[in-house]
């Protein structure tokens, strides 16, 4: 076995002295794949073992170097504490809002809490009762709460519950009334799916494994049905490959049923993957304690409905992209449905997008985008007309009903300048006036006074880039600003304006925010999100790159300044941007990144996402892996930007491994001096609820970024 260890060095801004960087050391192995006559070499391959003592104690050496080094910063533990004072000035925080039977359940976290509690009320302004504290049901451990869902009759109430950011739920249900748990307990699921109308039984997700490491533990889940006060090894396999064999369930899908109070006379099952169209089946609700039920089809992915679906007594409602790249929303009979001749309810708009459809009693909601800004209008049920509807504000929008046998809403706004407001919406009156529940937060001045920017900059191909830039009022053009670019780019997730306070903490230091609208989201429609999808996926680092090399030019920051992030499929994004033009950043964080595209789909979470990447068993679709890839296209000695690359070790949906095989290849092939530094959590997953692991994780991603980009807050001690 040979080992390297290398030394390298840096000149860390305003100081004189030289800092070494001698990294734990990673052996190479000889190992490597052919697919279609292209070898592609992968001496990291071992890291993927990350069950083994071997493994494990890498990656903790790792975690304990960065430590060392992260620990010595300025500005980091500041960060914390501006985190929590912005906290504090918070109101009570609400959400999660679920109304049955008279009975409003919700979560709510006051100001300075740590994770939210669950409460209820005897209607929405009766007196509230807590129900569960997550901090106290286990002693000793921080729970997160995944989801609630009460019973239909609101007697009882599910509590789908994780720990450490794990994305595994164990479900337990509390006796509303006497506020005693049942003595049922189901570990291991991928969630809560839902109550049967007997209110005696629900639906879940059952996993093989909760085991997140495990390659196979997410393969071939099933829709499983409990009843209460049954051992749940009896619970039957409602819906899955191997009780429906004849649907030909892909083992990487979540099957799923469901069942709607507004649709009561069916039942509908699903096939949960990342891919946008949907696939839904359904049968007469009759049918629902059948042995086998008789599922007809309901949609296909030919059909094109993407986004949201409703569904109203005898009629569905659905978002379509069908002859429509902005998509339009149709409506169709459920008991014939036909997509193709369905009737159009909101068409197409030329330079707006259907962002999402909900519902109250007699309206129905479709919401828009330009890319930045959002209008709303309603159309009626009954008279079948649509108006348009006055917002308070400029900004994002999201209008929910928590009860669609009224026409009471809530309306949430916001922008990357203004917090989130929480209005009172009446659908039949147009009335908007203050929130029930979520009070406005007033922050300091400083951050009342961000001033945002929208531009449109030219794309290496001609095509014009979405550019939103945030920073303090009065900034100097003149190269000298340190710049921080946030982008994600995949599964047609639009870059939405909010205001986001931990960045946004940044910007009153002086830094200039940048949130390149890269192709691979859908700010411009579905062709946006196909232009940056499989083999189209290099404009979406491209774009990025573009973004940056405008930043400079205009003079907002120059490449010594410039920090970027990527997070989660945002690993792609940012892992090519710096092996394509390392030059262009002086830093970098590949956040819970898919910085090894190749091997995404050898990992636990990794087939189900082969929609929205493709697989190396495909020739053209390797090809694209192979160009999305960051870890194949690192180059030994390159002078790389400085890269902190962050791994929850609890994390399902972008294994450890992934960001790891990234720091291990740039660690032993960067000739510049900066460090590569491989921070991994292991009270965290892909992300939590628990404030206190959320904001030491990414003060730590901050600080070292601002470090590399010579901040004067950020310098070592």
Not at 17 to 35: E, F, G
Not at 237 to 259: Q, R, W
Not at 612 to 634: F, I, P, W
Not at 666 to 688: E, M, R, W
Request: proline share 5%; hydrophobic share 35%; glycine share 6%.
């Amino acid at each position: 076995m040979r080992t390297t260890i290398f030394i390298l060095c840096l000149l860390i801004p305003f100081l004189s002295v030289q800092a070494q960087y001698s990294y734990p050391p990673t052996k190479t192995v000889d190992s490597s794949d052919t697919y279609f006559g292209i070898t592609y070499q992968d001496p990291y391959r071992w890291l993927e073992h990350i069950e083994t003592p071997e493994v494990e104690t890498w990656f903790r050496q790792q975690a304990n170097y960065t430590d060392e080094i992260l620990n010595t910063l300025n500005g980091r533990d500041e960060l914390i504490a501006e985190w929590k004072k912005l906290d504090k000035l918070t109101p009570a925080s609400f959400g999660s809002f679920a109304y049955e039977d008279g009975r409003l359940f919700y979560r709510k976290t006051l100001p300075g809490e740590n994770v939210g509690k669950i409460y209820f009320r005897q209607g929405m302004n009766g007196v509230e009762k807590l129900l569960f504290d997550p901090i106290k049901y286990i002693p000793g451990k921080t729970l997160s709460v995944q989801s609630i869902s009460p019973s239909f009759d609101g007697k009882k109430l599910a509590i789908a519950y994780s720990e450490q950011g794990a994305e595994v739920s164990n479900i337990i249900i509390l006796d509303v009334d006497s506020k005693k748990f049942l003595k049922d307990m189901i570990p291991a699921t991928a969630g809560f799916s839902g109550w049967a109308f007997d209110n005696k039984s629900f639906l879940y997700t059952w996993l093989r494994s909760a085991d997140s490491k495990d390659p196979s533990s997410r393969l071939s889940p099933k829709a499983k049905l409990h009843v209460l006060n049954t051992n749940n090894s009896t619970d039957v396999d409602y819906f899955s490959n191997e009780s429906y064999p004849e649907l030909k369930i892909d083992p990487a899908v979540y099957p799923y049923i469901m069942l709607s109070e507004d649709a009561k006379n069916y039942v509908f099952s699903g096939l949960g993957t990342v891919q946008n169209e949907m696939e839904i089946n359904y049968a007469p609700i009759t049918e629902f304690n059948a042995s086998k039920i008789k599922w007809k089809t309901l949609c296909t992915p030919a059909d094109k409905l993407v986004r949201g679906i409703i569904f109203r007594g005898d009629e569905g409602y659905a978002i379509t992209y069908n002859n429509a790249k902005n998509y339009k929303v149709v409506a169709t009979s459920l008991k014939i449905p036909d997509w193709s001749n369905a009737t159009t309810i909101a068409p197409e708009q030329t330079g707006k997008t259907i962002e999402r459809i909900a519902n109250s009693k007699d309206y129905l909601f479709i919401t828009y985008s330009d890319g930045i800004n959002s209008t709303i209008s309603k159309y009626n049920f009954t008279t079948k007309k649509t108006t348009s509807i006055k917002l308070p504000f400029t900004g994002t929008a999201y209008i929910f009903s928590i009860d669609t046998k009224s026409n009471n809403c809530l309306l949430y706004m916001t922008s990357w300048n203004k917090p989130f407001t929480e209005f009172n919406y009446n659908a039949e009156t147009d009335a908007i006036t203050s929130g029930s529940f979520n009070k406005p937060a007033t922050y300091p001045r400083a951050y009342q006074d961000l001033v945002t920017e929208e531009v449109e900059v030219k794309g290496h191909d001609g095509v014009m880039i979405p550019l939103s830039i945030v920073h303090k009022k009065g900034i100097k053009m003149d190269g000298s600003n340190v710049c921080f670019m946030d982008a994600y780019g995949a599964y047609g997730i639009s870059a939405i304006p909010y205001f986001n306070d931990m960045e946004n903490s940044l910007a009153v230091k002086g830094v200039v925010l940048a949130y390149p609208h890269v192709r691979g989201g859908s700010e411009k429609g579905e062709a946006w999100y196909k232009a940056g999808y499989k083999t189209t996926k290099p404009n979406t680092w491209k774009d990025f790159i573009s973004c940056a090399e405008y930043m400079v030019q205009k003079g907002y920051t120059s490449p010594t300044k410039l920090a970027g992030t990527g997070t989660s499929a945002g690993g792609i994004l940012i892992s090519r941007s710096i092996t394509e033009r390392p030059d262009l950043f002086a830093a970098a964080i590949c956040n819970v990144g898919c910085a090894n595209a190749m091997r995404l789909e050898f990992g636990s979470n990794g087939p189900v996402n082969i929609p929205e990447y493709g697989t190396v068993k495909d020739s053209m679709e390797c090809l694209a892996l192979y160009e999305m890839d960051g870890v194949q296209h690192v180059v030994k000695g390159t002078n790389y930007p400085a890269v902190i690359c962050v791994g929850g070790w609890n994390d399902p949906r972008v294994v450890a491994w992934q960001p790891g095989k990234f720091a291990a290849a740039l660690q032993n092939a960067s000739a510049s001096g900066k460090p590569v530094l491989l921070k991994i959590n292991y009270d965290n997953g892909h992300f939590t609820e628990d404030k206190n692991v959320t904001y030491a994780n990414f003060a730590n991603q901050y600080a070292f970024v601002m470090w590399q980009c010579g901040h004067p807050d950020f310098q070592p001690k």
